[in-house]
């Protein structure tokens, strides 16, 4: 599968994105699908994660009741409403795919969407 992040830019603090990340080849709803995100100099985080279903999602503690990840099975896609944003989410955001459980580590990756929440 091919994935293609996009929707990242330049926002306030406390203003909102929404990420999109698009898949093709290989049957989308086939996929658990991610987000990561990359800050210059740390390690690449585990932000969000959602079955192949849809049915279950994951947010990590930091990202909990301003960030939603959702899918499209239809249009394959898989977003990143990102509400509330603050300063330390500032980051690369990448997407990614995997059939078995939604946990990583994950097999396909995106190229990554800039995001970046000024104070």
């Known amino acids: 599968v091919q994935l293609q992040a996009s929707g990242g830019g330049l926002v306030q603090a406390g203003g909102s994105l929404r990420l999109s990340c698009a898949a093709s080849g290989r049957s989308f709803s086939n996929y658990n699908m991610g987000w990561f995100r990359q800050a210059p100099g740390k390690a690449r985080e585990f932000v969000a994660a959602?079955?192949?279903?849809?049915?279950?999602?994951y947010d990590r503690d930091s990202v909990k009741g301003r960030f939603t990840i959702s899918r499209d099975n239809a249009k394959n896609t898989v977003y990143l409403q990102m509400n509330s944003l603050k300063p330390e989410d500032t980051a690369v955001y990448y997407c990614a795919a995997k059939e078995s459980s939604w946990y990583p580590p994950y097999d396909y990756w995106g190229q990554g969407t800039q995001v970046t929440v000024s104070s």
């Open positions: 959602i079955s192949w279903t849809g049915g279950s999602t």
